[in-house]
């Protein structure tokens, strides 16, 4: 059976997976530990939201200039959300804009996963690449966001297997 999002996980754990999917426990499973999705419906809901976590966190990092939910960010590209970086020349000036693209789906998902996906992108603010500061960064921001990722992959192996479950 193909795990797509969990292939970087350990066998035990795939194991496990693969018991609850045979048995069709796993939305069961989701629905019992994030029984509710979050309220942050709109763009500027959303927006908001992330300001939110990023005055608390990260307020000395460069402003954001949009956060909104893309239709065109598919989770089969291998990407939940997308930090932008555009610089432009404006006169005699250098104008740079931070953006922070959400996949769609996650407009009727449990708020942790969403949390978990913010948390990612703002990460990104500070560190470009997934390294150890980045994980770390992360963490300091979402004390529970290796949970939190893996959880979330195991949402969209649900969707692949059962269908949309919220």
């Known amino acids: 059976m193909q795990l797509k999002y969990l ?15 045979k048995a069709e426990r ?8 994030y029984p509710a999705v979050h309220n942050y419906k ?16 990260l307020k000395k990092s460069q402003p954001l200039s949009k956060v909104i939910y893309d239709g065109k960010i ?3 590209n291998n990407a939940l959300g997308m930090h932008t970086f555009a610089s432009r020349v404006q006169g005699a000036n250098l104008k740079s804009k931070n953006e922070i693209r959400v996949a769609s789906m996650f407009r009727n998902v449990p708020e ?6 913010i948390v990612h992108e703002l990460a990104h603010l500070k560190e470009k690449e997934h390294n150890k500061a980045f994980y ?4 300091h921001m979402e004390p529970n966001y290796h949970q939190l990722e893996f959880d979330t992959r195991l949402y969209l192996t649900c969707i692949d297997h059962f269908g949309k479950i919220y």
């Not at 942790?112 to 996906?117: E, G, H, K, Q």
């Not at 770390?136 to 963490?139: G, Q, S, T, V």
């Open 7 to 21: 292939e970087h996980y350990n066998q035990t754990l795939k194991a496990q997976v693969v018991e609850l999917i």
């Open 26 to 33: 796993l939305p069961a499973f989701i629905l019992q530990k």
């Open 42 to 57: 709109t763009d500027k809901n959303i927006y908001d939201y992330t300001i939110e976590i990023k005055n608390s966190y």
């Open 74 to 76: 598919h989770v089969i």
């Open 112 to 117: 942790p996963f969403l949390r978990m996906i």
């Open 136 to 139: 770390k960064l992360c963490a």
